[in-house]
Structure formats: C-alpha cells, structure tokens
C-alpha cells in the first residue's frame, strides 16, 4: 500500500487519528490511550500486517512525551509510524505492548531507564542500563547532573 493507501484505510479504522506527513514514512498522531487497540489491529488486520516493530523510542517536548513507534509489514513491504503523546510529564505512563511485539520488552525497560516513563503490565519495569539508585532520568530536558558541562 501507498502511504496514502494506509491512512485511508486506518482512517477508516480509527477515524480519531491524524497524520503528520512531513517524512518519508506515514506518521500516524494518536492519544496515549488508544495505543494498544491500534497497534493490536496493526498487526492482526490481514490487509496491514505489521508483523514487526523494529524502532521504540521517547521524545521529550519539555511540555509532553511524545512515544515514537516505527512498524513494518514484511508480509506486504510498508512502514508506519506511531506517535503517542503522554501529556503527564512528572508521573508519564503508557501501557506495554510488549505481549504484542516482543522486541518492545527491552525497548520499553530502556524508555523506562532514560525517560521515565511507566509502561503499565510490563512484566519486568525494572532499570536496564543504569544502577537501580540511579536519582533521575538522563535523556529529559530537565535532567542535571553535577557532573555535567554547561556553557
């Protein structure tokens, strides 16, 4: 499917998305609590297929999270990208979708690690990459360090 193709059809799927076609690829805009129905119909929709999620990752807006989902359909050869905004940034949450795409179970622990962001029902949200008395999120905006150069 075209770009244009997919947005028609998950228009007709989920009529409150909305897109941002800047980019190579098709963004599709959606509240933090529509993730799981959307993404669960991604993958199981027989037309879509996106059978692998290959890219998750945090964006910090300083005003909101914005969680950063790219999928793909080896079956039918097309790429998606799911945009999620968390607008809570002092307590961010999000539920898991690594019972759907298990390659999500480091990448959500990792966003968790760095972030702070809460994935609710991951079996493991536990830090990844730093010491469990790690004080603080490293890749937010108003992360400080006093180890850290300032100019």
């Given at each position: 499917?075209t770009?244009?193709?997919?947005?028609?059809?998950?228009?007709?799927?989920?009529p409150?998305?909305?897109?941002?076609?800047?980019?190579?690829?098709?963004?599709?805009?959606?509240?933090?609590?529509?993730?799981?129905?959307?993404?669960?119909?991604?993958?199981?929709?027989?037309?879509?297929?996106?059978?692998?999620?290959?890219?998750?990752?945090c964006?910090d807006?300083?005003?909101?999270?914005?969680?950063?989902?790219h999928?793909?359909?080896?079956?039918?050869?097309?790429?998606?990208?799911?945009?999620?905004k968390?607008?809570?940034?002092?307590?961010?949450?999000?539920?898991?979708?690594?019972?759907?795409?298990?390659?999500?179970n480091?990448?959500?622990?990792?966003?968790?690690?760095?972030?702070?962001?809460?994935?609710?029902?991951?079996?493991?949200?536990?830090?990844?990459?730093?010491?469990?008395?790690?004080?603080?999120?490293?890749?937010?905006?108003?992360?400080?360090?006093?180890?850290?150069?300032?100019?």
């Amino acid at each position: 499917m075209t770009n244009e193709e997919l947005k028609q059809y998950i228009s007709a799927l989920f009529p409150s998305v909305t897109y941002d076609e800047t980019g190579e690829f098709l963004n599709v805009l959606i509240a933090s609590t529509e993730l799981r129905p959307i993404v669960q119909s991604l993958r199981q929709d027989d037309a879509l297929k996106f059978d692998f999620l290959f890219c998750l990752t945090c964006i910090d807006w300083k005003t909101n999270l914005m969680m950063v989902y790219h999928l793909l359909s080896k079956t039918h050869k097309h790429i998606v990208v799911i945009k999620a905004k968390i607008a809570d940034v002092v307590k961010p949450e999000i539920e898991t979708i690594c019972d759907i795409y298990q390659t999500a179970n480091f990448h959500e622990r990792e966003v968790y690690d760095l972030f702070g962001v809460n994935f609710k029902n991951h079996p493991d949200m536990r830090r990844l990459l730093l010491d469990e008395n790690w004080d603080g999120y490293p890749l937010r905006k108003n992360y400080v360090d006093e180890n850290m150069i300032t100019i």
